[in-house]
């Protein structure tokens, strides 16, 4: 009886199998990798969204310490936001223009540096100050958190990364005024509130040392236009300023009538701004912000939405603790935790939003913003019409409805808004390569090997016939909308 030989021919199954091992192993180390980046980018916005948060808390703390007025108390938490405001769109863009990881880092270290001075401030008057850079440095580094995942994650798998990018915002947002609540308690009613500064600047080096670490050395691929419109970057400052400025002087006790007057120049600087935009795009450089974004559908009314809701939270969450605090009489740490029920519900539901994004798309969006709209009015029925004795529970159901909600606006909606822009304006990565490791993409001559080898017919065989229409997205206007685009009303 003959033995036939087991041994596989040079370049048989048995010799591809290490190759295919090993590239699985790649592409899975470079999972890891995005992963790690993703989370360190996570951590850090978690801790801007809870500097923001937890400081409602300390207010009243603040004010009996520093003896700070209405005016100062409300420059600490408006000025914040102010200064984030104005500093997120240049700092987007330079991050587009030069490298995200960069600009990364110069925000987180600026943040702790301003954590630093805040902890230290002697009087009011250099809180506040801090207080603007602190939100100086929070608006340079969020723009780059959203574009590194923006880069990191495509398709689906990017909804499951906004998912879980959404579920710790919730939990940051409502768990903010616990936290703080308890590090008053800690650190004592007069001098606690420095504790709420005091915890960002170890976080903040350990944030830096893995920013430096396991962030993609990265830039977003030239078009042609690296230029930086400083003019407009100032006509924009000047538009955002002068319309918040007349909200951040208000404080409800004296407070003067002109300042309303500052609207005006809101008007003028965004005229010029709009008509600078124009005028530049014109010229063929790269203008600030692209109008021609907002003839998307999707992007117009998803910016719209987020607009309206980012707006409307920081102030329904600094008027509950408040309400709490100085009209019940509750403890900072009890009042914090009257947003527990909105951290919980807000995660899970940001959890499963992401996951199902793609099969509801908008409607999705839309029953969260009304939970939200049901629960704050909960909120707020429950507060005038419930004994004291049960107000803050009252309250807190009224926070489960809204955190429900909530986690369903924000956890799909970077993804629906985002969902066709990207593909006609973002650039891919251009250096990519230098951290995914090598062994994961295949040299140009294999690939055209490969291709060859697909294409070519053997012997008595014939080509198979290629269709000569290529699916590309539909642009803005036609009749059919683009696939990825869960907006219905994406198509113009």
Known sequence: MTKTSDTSAPGGADAARPASGHGRAARSDEERRKWRAF?????VAALTILDLSKVNVGLPSIEASLGAGPTALQLIVAGYALAFGLSLVPSGRLGDLKSRRMMFVIGLTSFTVASLLCALAPTIELLVAARILQGVAAGIQMPQVLGLIQELFQGKERGRAFGFFGAIIGVSTAFGP??????????????????????????????IFFALKLLPKTRTASNGHNELDLFGIVLLGLTIFTLMLPFVLTTGQGDDPLRWLFLIGFVAFGAAFVWWEQRYKARGKSPVVHFSLFSLASYRNGTLIATVYFCAL??????????????????????????????????VAAFYGGRLVDRFGRSLVVLGLIL??????ALLLAAVLTPRDITPYAMGIGMLIAGTGGGF???????????????????PPARWDRWVSAPARPSARRLRARRSTRSSP?????RAPTSTSTTRPTATGSSSRSPW???RSCSG
């Open 372 to 377: 939200v709209a049901v629960g704050f009015v």
């Open 39 to 43: 989370a360190v980018c996570v951590g």
């Open 458 to 462: 053997g012997p008595g065989e014939r």
């Open 178 to 207: 616990t936290l703080g609540g308890l590090l008053i308690a800690i650190g004592g009613p007069e001098d606690g509130w420095r504790l709420l500064f005091w915890m960002n600047i170890p976080l903040g080096l350990i944030a």
């Open 314 to 347: 920081p102030a329904t969450f600094l008027l509950t603790t408040l309400y709490l605090q100085q009209g019940l009489g509750l403890e900072p740490v009890y009042a914090g935790m009257v947003t527990i029920p909105f951290a919980l519900t807000s995660a």
């Open 409 to 427: 606006v924000i956890s799909p909606h970077p993804t629906l808004p985002l969902a066709e822009g990207p593909a006609r304006w973002a650039a």
């Open 485 to 487: 685009c869960p907006w």
